[in-house]
């Protein structure tokens, strides 16, 4: 695979030429490693998007598509990591978002390892999700109760984003809990800052409830009122930012309350470094609103949301990542493959 960008950084573009020049023998690495457990690779995403998916600059950013592992848990368990990240840099993955640094592979690999297996690969490993909490267990590898492993670990393997994806609903679902949730988040943001990381907190739906002692406040919109923007970032998730709204497009009292995902990143685009492309087929008759599936084969209009925040840029400078992912993808590899290729497709007019 070979894509070109007049990129400056030259980290990105060191990853960029080496996937150009090891596109080919990577998948001829990938087949030898995983064999019939792969599906048959398709054309690579570039040379397919210029075969039919019409003219015009690419909507995808070069360098930065990435992917969440837990989509691909079931491989990583029970192949290892090194087959799985061979499949991702055929498929023309730039990044990876973590989930946990053994998703049950066979076999220890310590943090340095796995660093270097992900850079011999073309992958730079971009964040993690780690718990929020779990005051039942002192011991447990969360922020609150075991912080500076955290940051160790994350410092290791040289990340520069460390989050989560638990709610804040850990003292409950009023105003003022979100507020002390805030705070913790404040001093987690503080302490990755000083390493030179940033903090992240990753959405599902129900951030987009309304408090239960004022039906009329949003808690994400608490959230992101008592959160430092200096040290607190978000992920958003846009399948269950959509479904959000649908499912919280009312108040409890049944007023209108509607908001759309895309208004909220548009508003302070610097505080939403990542995101997770998730996809959906519009489907009223569930409690979300959408089914989830393959990225490409849904409803939301990725070509639009990706045009819109890509458009954006902080002190000249683009910043976003976008990690494919799926909860429980049919088969894992095929969805990773899909998933590229479609979003490698998107093609915008070029004064978009």
Known sequence: MSRKSTTTDPELAQRLSRRGM???????????????????????????????????????????????LYSLRDKVSSVGFAPVFAELEKYGYDEIEFAGYTQGAAGAITLAQLKRL?????????????????????NAYTFA??????????????????????????????????KRAAEDFNTYGEAARKRGMKFYQHNHAEEFSFATDKPKVRLYDVLLAETDPDFVYL???????????????????????????????????????????????????????????????????????????TSRTHQGKRYHHWQTEHDNPVESYAFA???????????GRCGD
Do not use: C
């Open 235 to 309: 992920e958003m998730d846009i399948y269950w930012a959509f479904s959000a709204q649908f499912r919280f497009g009312e108040r409890v009292d049944g007023t209108p309350a509607p908001f759309h995902p895309l208004d909220y990143v548009l508003k302070q685009p610097h505080r939403y470094p990542l995101f997770h492309v998730k996809d959906g087929i519009r489907d009223e008759t569930t409690r979300d609103g959408y089914r989830m599936t393959d990225v490409g084969d849904g409803d939301i209009d990725y070509k639009k949301f990706l045009s819109k925040v």
């Open 337 to 347: 493959r899909k998933s590229s290729e479609h979003l490698h497709s998107l093609r």
């Open 22 to 68: 090891l596109g080919v023998a990577a998948g001829a690495t990938a087949a030898a490693l995983v064999g019939a457990a792969a599906p048959t690779a398709a054309a690579a995403p570039a040379d397919s998007a210029a075969a039919g998916k019409g003219r015009g600059r690419p909507v995808l950013p070069p360098g930065r598509l990435g992917i969440q």
């Open 145 to 178: 109760q075991n912080l500076t492993k955290v940051l160790d670990d994350a410092e290791a393997l040289g990340l520069k984003h460390i989050g989560t994806a638990s709610g804040p609903f850990r003292y409950g679902t009023t105003v003022d809990a979100w």
């Open 118 to 138: 992900a850079r011999d690969h073309g992958l730079n490993p971009i964040g993690s999700h780690v718990g929020y909490y779990d005051d039942n267990n002192p």
